[in-house]
């Protein structure tokens, strides 16, 4: 199974981008795909759980960015997408995607829980 991450761009405070992680080799019929970050100060170098959609459709979100990003799954070219708008300085950070096996709510934001990850992309926002 490989997860390979684009997209990841520098751009100004309120602007958009759209992330995307192609999966490839990944034949489980149930599944949780998860999107991850992680920043590179100092003081926060967990990866937080930012995005997740189950193979049912069901989505998830941080209260970080309720709101303002979105997940999809193309399921035809077995495409995952992060749909960022309005992004902020605190935005910027390496995104990673993650999957593995249906995870339970209550875990889906520990990445713990994924075994399957890509190499991450990086987004950058200026003030």
């Known amino acids: 199974v490989q997860l390979a991450e684009s997209g990841g761009d520098s751009v100004q405070a309120g602007g958009s981008l759209r992330l995307s992680c192609v999966v490839s080799?990944?034949?489980?019929?149930?599944?949780?795909m998860t999107w991850f970050r992680q920043f590179t100060g100092n003081e926060r170098k967990e990866r937080e759980g930012i995005a997740s959609i189950n193979d049912d459709g069901t989505t998830y979100f941080a209260d970080s960015v309720k709101g303002r990003f979105t997940i999809s799954i193309d399921n035809a070219t077995n495409t995952l997408f992060l749909e960022m708008n309005a992004l902020k300085p605190e935005d910027a950070a390496t995104y990673y995607c993650?999957?593995?096996?249906?995870?339970?709510?209550?875990?889906?934001?520990?990445?713990?829980?994924?075994?399957?990850w890509g190499q991450g992309t990086q987004v950058t926002v200026s003030s």
């Open positions: 993650a999957a593995d096996e249906k995870v339970r709510a209550e875990w889906w934001m520990d990445p713990l829980m994924y075994y399957y």
């Open positions: 080799g990944y034949t489980l019929s149930t599944y949780s």
